[in-house]
């Protein structure tokens, strides 16, 4: 009696369309969630392990760049940019600009120190990747929980048209995942890449109006458009303050080749992954 013999080919593997690399990938997630779970509260306990405060620390330590510009702004060494109060502007960028950049730097570091435990195990490279931004939303919701409260104290409520905020941040994601899981495969071959990337976010946080507007201020208001750290950020801020979006074309653009990063990324993880492991 014959028996059926499935060959798996590494070249099929290799023939996969960026859709069905994002089906695989989000199977593995789905396949993988309690191991996922199990990381992101390795990671969540390590932060305050030895410490007498304890989870306290993980709350408290996302809310200290928010409670820097509160204190700035009661010493009222910022004025009142284009009608916004400065310590909402600033709190609402730097909070938009850590969002936005571990989505960048999280995958780079989390794939260059978490490549080894990997290979010696049956997860998946996406799986610590997921679990590391996991972390990074986590923390994200604690400053913007301290955002609203300060956007009600200083500016009011917000425009309504602030429900639409959340495509926004959903587009930003998906780009700058895109641009961080890409960068995480070639940091692996060239380690310079994450030391390029921590220089480059050093100085975008000052060129991106984080903490100042320059819409008025040549050479860096003409340049500001082809930034999607400001373009996104900018968006958000404006949509929740006034209710409208001053460069929407700018911010189509790179919601687009967001979604077309996000797709290419996803199927060069997928590919990449076996060889990946060789790298540990």
Request: hydrophobic share 55%; with cysteine; proline share 5%.
């Amino acid at each position: 009696m014959s028996e059926n013999i499935t060959v798996y080919s590494a070249k099929k593997h290799e023939r996969v369309s960026a859709f069905e690399a994002v089906r695989a990938l989000a199977t593995e997630i789905w396949t993988h969630r309690w191991h996922i779970a199990q990381i992101f509260r390795r990671d969540f306990a390590n932060t305050y392990r030895l410490t007498r405060f304890g989870a306290i620390w993980n709350y408290i330590l996302p809310l200290v760049p928010i409670s820097v510009w509160v204190t700035l702004n009661s010493l009222r060494l910022f004025p009142v940019f284009d009608g916004v109060k400065s310590v909402v502007y600033v709190t609402m960028g730097v909070t938009a600009w850590f969002f936005f950049a571990g989505f960048v730097s999280v995958p780079i570091s989390t794939v260059e120190s978490k490549i080894k435990e990997v290979s010696r195990s049956q997860l998946p490279l996406i799986g610590v990747i997921i679990a590391s931004f996991a972390n990074l939303i986590f923390d994200t919701l604690v400053r913007f929980a301290g955002v609203v409260i300060v956007f009600a104290i200083f500016q009011g409520a917000p425009h309504w048209q602030v429900i639409f905020a959340p495509l926004i941040i959903l587009s930003g994601m998906l780009f700058f995942s895109g641009l961080g899981l890409t960068l995480a495969v070639f940091n692996l071959a060239y380690r310079d890449v994450a030391k390029v990337v921590s220089i480059i976010l050093q100085y975008g946080m000052l060129l991106s109006s984080v903490v100042f507007p320059f819409d008025h201020m040549p050479p860096l208001s003409e340049i500001s458009l082809f930034n999607p750290f400001y373009v996104f950020i900018d968006a958000t801020r404006t949509l929740a303050v006034f209710g409208e979006l001053r460069h929407p074309i700018a911010l189509g653009v790179f919601s687009f080749v967001g979604v077309l990063l996000f797709l290419f990324s996803c199927r060069l993880i997928y590919v990449a992954q076996p060889r990946l492991k060789g790298f540990a």
